[in-house]
């Protein structure tokens, strides 16, 4: 099993930035591929940016392309989401996820450990 623990998370207006962290423990080997999701109210949880294990790869959704960057320490087990330029609309709990596999992966069907989330809201 892995662990996935989110912080970072806050209330900042339009255009300010908030870094998200989220320590893995457990089996930490299984975290081939560490990703963000978010689901705001009323709405589908939606894939926000992944990463593999050695960083050699990421993927971001379109909406954050540019403002957001996700990035890994291994050493520390520990993924980021870097949010720039946040937007009123980027408001969501936003969550972890990790599976083993190393293949990128954007369905959260994929992804076989979550965190609890951590709120992230932008106001206008």
């Known amino acids: 099993q892995v662990q996935l623990v989110e912080s970072g998370g806050g209330l900042v207006q339009a255009g300010g930035s908030l870094r998200l962290s989220c320590a893995a423990s457990?089996?930490?080997?299984?975290?081939?591929?560490m990703g963000w999701f978010r689901q705001a109210p009323g709405k589908e949880r939606e894939f926000v940016a992944a990463?593999?294990?050695?960083?050699?790869?990421?993927n971001y959704v379109d909406s954050v392309k540019g403002r957001f960057t996700i990035s890994r320490d291994n050493a520390k087990n520990t993924v980021y989401l870097q949010m720039n330029s946040l937007k009123p609309e980027d408001t969501a709990v936003y969550y972890c996820a990790a599976r083993s596999p190393y293949d990128m992966v954007v369905a959260a069907t994929g992804y076989s450990y979550w965190g609890q989330g951590t709120q992230v809201t932008v106001s206008s």
């Open positions: 457990g089996r930490t080997f299984s975290t081939g591929l």
């Open positions: 990463i593999t294990y050695g960083g050699g790869s990421r």
